[in-house]
């Protein structure tokens, strides 16, 4: 027995059982709008990777297996005071909380030797010359992937000493624009599907003048 799936037949069943293919619909609707809730952080990401594998890429591999290891992205924690300078014992103590804070994150996420506290190594160059603002720098452990996916608990972090107002305490780096980007585009998308919609079935409503018949597009769209 064959099926016959033409739009004329699916037309016909539909006008003689119209509740039950609105439920379907409505069920369809729902179901689309879970998934979407539980899989749309994993659409938008700053991890990259080429299909291919290049001459390039097959360099870049060996340079890093064999002599360089993986490159981490460069990540800077800026503090800032209006109040105290780099002189001051107040300065120091933040300074010092961060840095154990973000020290103890461990070398799974931090690459250690490479996060410079003032206070320890006495560099100029993390100072600035009004000495009211100093950097502390640091690369993230792994690749650029690997720090795309642990930089949120370095923001966390940092993030926790924020509430002082005699500092301001700020982060940036590769990683860190990336995890920006990130949250920006997922917002952008957000709005557009909150205020889009209604807009659109409004339109659809206006064009169609039937409720029902404006619906159906935009479930298709969804789905």
């Not at 037309?11 to 293919?21: F, L, N």
């Not at 590769?174 to 920006?180: E, L, S, Y």
């Amino acid at each position: 027995m064959s099926v016959n799936l033409s739009t004329e037949s699916i037309a016909r069943v539909s006008s003689r059982r119209p509740w039950i293919i609105v439920g379907i619909w409505v069920v369809l609707f729902i179901v689309a709008m879970f998934l979407r809730a539980s899989l749309f952080e994993d659409v938008i990401t700053t991890e990259f990777a080429i299909t291919n594998n290049p001459e390039s890429q097959i360099a870049n591999e060996l340079i890093e297996d064999n002599l360089t290891g993986p490159k981490g992205t460069n990540e800077v924690v800026v503090i800032q005071s209006q109040a105290f300078t780099v002189d001051d014992p107040e300065f120091k103590q933040i300074v010092d909380s961060i840095h154990a804070g973000v020290a103890a994150l461990g070398p799974e996420i931090i690459r250690q030797e490479t996060l410079l506290n003032y206070f320890e190594v006495k560099a100029g160059f993390l100072v600035s010359e009004g000495r009211n603002t100093l950097i502390m720098p640091f690369t993230m452990a792994g690749d650029v992937d690997d720090a795309s996916d642990y930089i949120e608990e370095v923001t966390d972090v940092v993030a926790g000493f924020k509430g002082d107002p005699n500092f301001k305490v700020l982060i940036t780096g590769q990683a860190t624009v990336g995890k920006d980007f990130q949250e920006v585009a997922q917002e952008g998308l957000l709005k557009g599907e909150v205020f889009g919609a209604p807009i659109a079935l409004i339109i659809l409503i206006v064009v169609l003048g039937a409720i029902v018949a404006a619906i159906i597009p935009l479930i298709m769209a969804v789905m």
